[in-house]
């Protein structure tokens, strides 16, 4: 069990979830997972690197705020090695909880 592709994810740290669709090593090309975890986890295991640089945050004035900066409470992993690695961490601690792979229908 090794996954070795994120599809698509985002997490709302509101509800504390990161949803997530992936493949694992020898999944079919139609084959995908999906789940949802409680972002707690991501923190508790390392990953959440962005709580570090939260001070700089204190430095922006209303002036700074990106305007394409639609929602604050939903954000996604922008490095995927990152996300697998955590996804393939806790899998291993809670192998239980891999999801069975599903078919997923391409549109033409």
Known sequence: MEIVEVISHYIDKNQNIINVEFKLLGDDDDIVREDIIEYSFFEEF???????????????????????????????????????????????????????????????
């Not at 939903?74 to 601690?93: G, K, M």
């Open 46 to 108: 390392g990953y959440d690197n962005k709580k570090s640089y939260d001070m700089f945050e204190s430095f922006m004035t209303e002036d700074d705020d990106d305007e394409w900066d639609l929602d604050e409470d939903t954000d996604y992993i922008e490095d995927d090695d990152v996300l697998i690695s955590f996804l393939n961490e806790y899998y291993i601690v809670y192998p239980k909880k891999l999801p069975k792979g599903q078919m997923k229908w391409k549109q033409f």
